[in-house]
């Protein structure tokens, strides 16, 4: 019974293979490079002299007071675009409390003045390690040291945040975030 | 919990439903052997495909060919994923240059992906060349969910029929539903995906220059990001359509590339479920009664709707510890709050327990922020979904079958109740179908308990361990609930990528994937040969809200009554702990 099914089992193999494998993927990648280039490619951004200079939609480690900081970052070392992953860390999990103190340390000593409350997603690790993104609080509570730091307005500031905020999607779907790789860029940019 | 949570889960539960019946009528069509579009362009090419394969498409099987020949295709499966990991390094497409799998890792990858489960022992991009990630992993992701969905149409077929000895052909079921079905809707889901910043690319990783220089360990400078790159689209398309879940990169969905956007997310979450969902019409399309497929639909959506709302309550809530040290975790404007570690910025706290949800009721596995560190009773949740059998939505094709099982059951105990002999569908339930559906509900429970016992008690299985106290044992049943169910999500801080995990979650994939298929088959086979009993006045209804309430309480009393005490060691002790502020 089964000894004639061989030829059909391993033939459908093979075709099945060749279509799911070989024929679909190359058909996407296809398609995707023509009609949607840039994304097909990684979304690269690239600084004036051409070089790239990192992923939109993948985050850098920040921790200089002149620039934005972003998640932590559980990979290593933090922000490893080639191995990501999340801390894992159980909510009750004492490493996860000394990981938050010492962001939260870490942001007191450079903004020694700011007093309001910390934001949760600035403590706080992402899933991937590589989130590009805070949130609008996140971003606003770290304003007032990079203005300071920078020697700009506050609105000046404000601005580029805002221009590189996504909204929902639909206005329903999501959360509202600011690109940490964006904001930083264009602050550098600014300063030209 | 704020408004915007309520508005986008009743947003996900409002597209899913409006989007069951067009995909449940095509599919049905595409399995009664009804024209489409696409079988109209494509018949010829599929009929070239017998002759040439030697399949005889015109010949029905008896249940043991059918199930003779799902375990031929898939033991061959597994057999070509185990030998291309271990060859990956002579093979094309690795432009990494990475090494052979190891070979505890690459049978249990194997078999993970063979049988629809997905769990991923190994990270992605750092261990799997593009060739292995196409011709292994995404090939599997297709026929494993096709093996699923044939199951179910060959028991429904043994609803349908009276007196006939055969069920269906088993490589014309295989080739219609990759053909027909899943190909078509991953074509146009990897698409969208690019469209959103999904890469789909063979070139290798590409090297940035960072804005802020590092400084690596040992103090050197590390100015540069290798950003790792390949043909994601593809894989992650069928990965959420066929409730694979397996991921391209090691965080899954919670990775930028692989769900880029909100809208990326929204669509990979509705794709989790939209198979499953619709094979429910597709059922009251094929047994010509489609309240009954409602019925099915409507009992699962019982158990989950509670599930959505109650995830999205605790995870609001955020981390009590954290709010003693005064970190802000309060929903705003300008933030979503709450327990936010393992989670992305872009997702906040409904989307990613929406997801986390959906993809513990349906087999799928996948993630889009960390479980591991979700507070006790939101990691709770999906570790029990799984636990209830995998029957509220399920694995495409697999969930179904299993919930039939539920159905077969609960007839059964109405029949009991009432004095009747149990009839669905107009087929008599007897003893042998009740040992056959008493198989698919209770070998899970076997492979999921006593294997974690065993573990527990073994320094092989201790040593995987992450996090202290009942979370490190919430991590070990949660990695064998997975398994057993086919699911392939994890607690992933468990360091499963050992010979002892590697060898027992595989063993545990595999009979709890093919020791329920054979026995579906069965049940498909001897209701095939039975004549369909007229309804009478005697007839218990199977469409009714009675029924429909009858049916989920039976799926919770088994499930719940099985794992209450298991549940009781891990997360629930955790939560009274952590909401107690005694940690020790």
Redesign the interface.
Known sequence: MLREQLRPAIMMFIFLTALTGIVYPLTVTGLAQVFFHKPANGSLLFASDGKPVGSALIGQNFDDPQYFWGRLSATTPPYNASASSGSNLGPANPALLEAVKARIAALRTVDPNNATTIPVDLVTASASGLDPQISLAGAYFQLPRVARVRHLPDETVRNIIDQNTTSRCLGILGEPAVNVLKVNLALDEFKK | MNG?NV??IL?YLTVLLLTVKPLGIYMAQVYEGKPSLLSIWFGSFERA?YR????KFEASMTW??YA??VM??NI??IM?VYAIQRMQAFLPLNPLALPAVSPDSSFNTAVSFASNTNWQGY?G??TMSYFTQ???L??Q???SAATGMVVLVALIRGFVQKQTKTIGNF?VD??RS??YI??PL??VM??VL??????????S????????P?K??SGKP?PE?????G?V???I??KQLGTNGGGF???NS????EN????S??LEMLAILWIPAALCYTFGVMVQDRRQGWALLAAMLIIFIPCLLWSAQIEQQ??P??TS?????KP?????????????????IV?SSIWSIATSAASNGS????Q?????LGGMLPLWLIQLGEVIFGGVGSGLYGMIAFVIIAVFIAGLMIGRTPEYLGKKIEAYEMKMAALVALIPHIFILIPTALAVLLPAGKAGI????P?GFSEILYAFSSASGNNGSA???LSANTPFYNIALGLAMFFCRYWLIIPMLAVAGSLSAKKIVPVSSGTLPTHTPLFVFFLAMVVLIVGALTFFPALALGPIV?HL??AGGN?R
Request: charged share 10%.
């Open positions: 915007n508005i986008q947003f495909l040439i394969s030697g399949v043991k060919e003779g020949a031929l295709f061959l499966g070509a990270g991009e750092s196409m011709l292994a995404t090939v992701n297709f026929v490589w295989l080739t990759t053909l899943l190909i991953s074509l990897a698409l690019v469209s959103q910043g999904t890469p789909q690319t063979f070139a990783s590409v090297k940035v220059t960072l804005v802020q590092m690596d360990a590390a990001q290798l950003i790792a790159l043909p689209a593809s894989q398309a069928i990169f090691n965080a919670g990775h930028p590339f880029p956007t909100p809208l997310n929204f955020g981390n510890l954290l040290l005064g970190v802000d975790q705003a404007a300008f933030q979503p709050g709450g327990n936010m570690e393992g989670k992305e910025a872009r997702f906040g989307s993630v889009n922020s960390m591991d560190s979700f507070l006790p992450l996090n202290p106290g979370h607690f992933a801080g955790e702990m952590l940690l």
